[in-house]
């Protein structure tokens, strides 16, 4: 849950979280850092983890296409993806 000022419009309105597991290729967290800021619009960009595991946090209009990119790097789970905007309208996210 983010802190957000009532009726706040927020830029980014989908928070993106989830983990990419590696299944064929390892992994790089740079390369995949570099790809999301370089190709998909949106902020608050973590990548981090290793050759195995990397978990991803964005925050986008388009959340499939976040989706898409790590569905095409490995096994994806434990996928969140909040509406901030409802947040910060005070409804459920």
Not at 41 to 53: I, K, M, N, P
Not at 57 to 63: G, I, L, R
Not at 70 to 83: F, P, Q, R
Request: hydrophobic share 40%.
């Amino acid at each position: 849950m983010h802190d957000f000022k009532p009726g706040e419009k927020i830029e980014f309105k989908f928070d993106c979280q989830m983990l990419i597991a590696r299944t064929d290729t390892d992994l790089d967290e740079d390369e995949i850092f570099d790809y999301i800021s370089d190709n998909l619009e949106g902020d608050s960009l973590l990548a981090v983890g290793d050759e195995d595991l990397i978990k991803i946090h964005f925050h986008s209009n388009k959340p499939w296409e976040v989706l898409e990119y790590a569905a095409s790097l490995g096994d994806i789970h434990d996928i969140v993806v909040e509406n901030m905007q409802r947040q910060a309208d005070g409804l459920q996210g």
